[in-house]
């Protein structure tokens, strides 16, 4: 059984840096064709794709973040860990990380996600 | 950046009604995209993946269809536990982009 939960602040002030933790099981991503992303949801709107770190370390970002975006694994802790650089209220969302099903691309296991305010 | 759009934004039905919500992208996609759906304060859930695969679990009046850059997803009859946001992700290349949504809401 998959399940993926992240963690983090929940309130950062503008200009600060976030750091947010998924922390998975159910799965490895030393196997191969896994990835886990990084998704984010303003309140009351639409779902953002922000990261992907595939098993063999290959990453990719959303050009519009790209430059104030990190992501990172270690697998002995079944962790993704995400960076945001220079925090904005506008980056105030739902932050989701997700299973990655390679070669299909989709995501088919969620977090619960976890809300994010950045307000001074 | 493959832009997405669904139609409509928002559908008013009542149990029982079959709903068919379209996506289109910007540019070709081939078959690939995926559909959610989300219920207020949850994750998105995986309905439908390429090339218009049911999810394990997923009922069966849910259904996918289309190629290029139109799609749709179609609820044949509608439950209560459907009234739902839906959207649609195209998987053909980065960055992933989804669309804006679809409201289902009670008549």
């Known amino acids: 059984q998959i399940t993926l939960k992240e963690s983090g602040p929940t309130l950062v002030k503008p200009t600060q840096t976030l750091t947010l933790t998924c922390t998975f099981s159910g799965f490895s991503l030393s196997t191969t064709e896994v990835g886990v992303g990084w998704i984010r949801q303003p309140p009351g709107k639409a779902l953002e794709w922000l990261a992907l770190i595939y098993w063999d370390d290959d990453k990719r970002y959303s050009p519009s973040v790209k430059s104030r975006l990190t992501i990172t694994k270690d697998t002995s802790k079944n962790q993704v860990v995400l960076t945001m650089t220079n925090m904005d209220p506008v980056d105030t969302a739902t932050y989701y990380c997700?299973?990655?099903?390679?070669?299909?691309?989709?995501?088919?296991?969620w977090g619960q996600g976890t809300l994010v305010t950045v307000s001074s | 950046d493959i832009q997405m759009t669904q139609s409509p934004s928002s559908v008013s039905a009542s149990v029982g009604d079959r709903v068919t919500i379209t996506c289109r992208a910007s540019?070709?996609?081939?078959?690939?995209l995926a559909w959610y759906q989300q219920k207020p304060g949850k994750a998105p859930k995986l309905l439908i993946y390429?090339?218009?695969t049911l999810q394990s679990g997923v009922p069966s009046r849910f259904s996918g269809s289309g190629s290029g850059t139109d799609f749709t997803l179609t609820i044949s009859s509608l439950q209560p536990e459907d009234f739902a946001t839906y959207y649609c992700q195209q998987a053909n290349s980065f960055p992933f982009t989804f669309g804006p949504g679809t409201k289902v809401d009670i008549k």
């Open positions: 540019q070709g996609i081939a078959r690939w």
């Open positions: 997700a299973h990655f099903v390679y070669g299909d691309y989709y995501f088919d296991y």
């Open positions: 390429p090339p218009s």
